[in-house]
């Protein structure tokens, strides 16, 4: 088992306490960031992506289908202070604190291998964003990725009929091949919290970043936006992912929708915001 301890540590360091003199006395600090890696086999060209909790919660349905309809294997787990203090009870009467999770898949086939990485919450400071934003990279190259993909919500204040999946890329050929794949580009604004910087930091590292997102109107838990996402991805990276559950999840809403009247209201707000 790897522990990485302190965020200007590599991967793999021992344990690092530094120590603090405060009135005569020695206060041990906390680590920031507490990494735990199980050995990882060697991937194949792997492919990086990340999703963390966001409006309509779009980027974790994503990534937990991902995780749960291609079985991939857990790879590790983060705690770090810079996550909501909060004690999380589960439905067999366990506990644990919030964290981060990493799995990884290998694919059979031709296409690239994957890593996974989501977890319970976002960082709840600015400075806790950014420094596990740049814990993924790091260990996105430690394992080989070269492309690091990151998914969230397009919130427009409006239930769309036909919602779309907007994106962005770190360079102009990665915005075309997003464009041949029916994603509207975003060309103004800016993508809030990990999901934003972990492929803006991508870039910064000479790796290749992609964003995607899900129209949805961020009044409620949104799984018609993880859906189109994850088809693009299918498309992306030649997937076979079941989404015969999260299709039925989304009709149901859909229904519901109907059925207030809701998606007719002309009361919402228009106004347009990534997360």
């Not at 919130?155 to 009929?161: H, L, N, P, R, Y």
Request: glycine fraction near 8%; hydrophobic fraction near 45%; proline fraction near 5%.
């Amino acid at each position: 088992m790897l522990a990485w301890e302190c965020l200007s540590a590599p991967i793999g360091c021992n344990s690092i306490k530094a120590k603090l003199a405060f009135k005569g006395h020695d206060q041990i600090l906390r680590e920031c960031i507490d990494l735990h890696l199980n050995e990882a086999p060697t991937l194949k060209t792997p492919v990086l992506i990340a999703g963390l909790p966001d409006s309509g919660r779009v980027a974790k349905i994503v990534l937990d289908q991902l995780v749960k309809t291609l079985k991939a294997i857990p790879l590790g787990y983060l705690y770090s202070d810079y996550l909501p203090p909060r004690l999380l009870l589960k439905p067999d009467g366990t506990s644990d604190l919030m964290k981060h999770e990493i799995f990884y898949w290998i694919n059979k086939d031709s296409g690239p291998d994957l890593i996974l990485y989501t977890g319970d919450a976002q960082p709840i400071l600015p400075e806790g964003a950014f420094r596990l934003s740049e814990a993924v990279v790091k260990l996105a190259e430690k394992l080989g990725v070269e492309t690091v993909v990151t998914v969230g919500a397009f919130i427009t204040g409006k239930i769309a009929e036909h919602p779309q999946v907007y994106g962005a890329a770190s360079e102009l050929v990665l915005v075309k091949e997003l464009e041949a794949l029916g994603v509207k580009i975003i060309d103004s604004g800016a993508v809030t919290w990990m999901n934003g910087l972990i492929p803006g930091l991508a870039k910064v590292r000479k790796l290749k970043g992609l964003f995607l997102s899900g129209e949805t109107s961020g009044f409620m838990i949104d799984p018609r936006a993880a859906m189109i996402i994850l088809r693009v991805l299918v498309k992306k990276l030649g997937l076979q992912i079941d989404m015969t559950e999260l299709e039925g999840q989304a009709k149901e809403i859909e229904t519901a929708l109907k059925q207030s009247g809701d998606k007719d209201s002309e009361s919402a707000s228009s106004s347009e915001y990534i997360g």
